[in-house]
Nanobody, 119 residues
Framework: VQLQASGGGLVQAGGSLRLSCAAS????????LGWYRQAPGKEREFVSM????????KYADSVKGRFTVSKGNAKNTVYLQMNSLKPGDTAVYYC?????????????WGQGTLVTVSS
């Protein structure tokens, strides 16, 4: 499993960004894919996940109603649309894969992408 996150950048509070996670062939049809983030000085935390079929999605309480995870099966890509961004969303965002829905089972961490939200 190979994953590569991209799309980060600098945005003002209230703005939007869309992150992409490019996966190796077949990965998004086989694995549950998740987004995690790690802010400076903090532990990595769960953000969102989507099932291999795309029908099940889960979000951390801190991003519910603002972030949306989706899959682009034809492009082997998972997206994280982030709206109404807050300074507290500043972090390096990673995508990862798992065989179960436990937030503790995700691995195959790709290179992260930095999101900076200014106030």
């Amino acid at each position: 499993v190979q994953l590569q996150a991209s799309g980060g950048g600098l945005v003002q509070a209230g703005g939007s960004l869309r992150l992409s996670c490019a996966a190796s062939e077949g990965t998004i049809r086989t694995y549950i894919l998740g987004w995690y983030r790690q802010a400076p000085g903090k532990e990595r935390e769960f953000v969102s996940m989507v099932s291999s079929g795309g029908g099940y999605k889960k979000y951390a309480d801190s991003v519910k109603g603002r972030f949306t995870v989706s899959k682009g099966n034809a492009k082997n890509t998972v997206y994280l649309q982030m709206n109404s961004l807050k300074p507290g969303d500043t972090a390096v965002y990673y995508c990862a894969a798992a065989r179960t829905y436990s937030v503790h089972d995700f691995g195959s961490w790709g290179q992260g992408t930095l999101v900076t939200v200014s106030s």
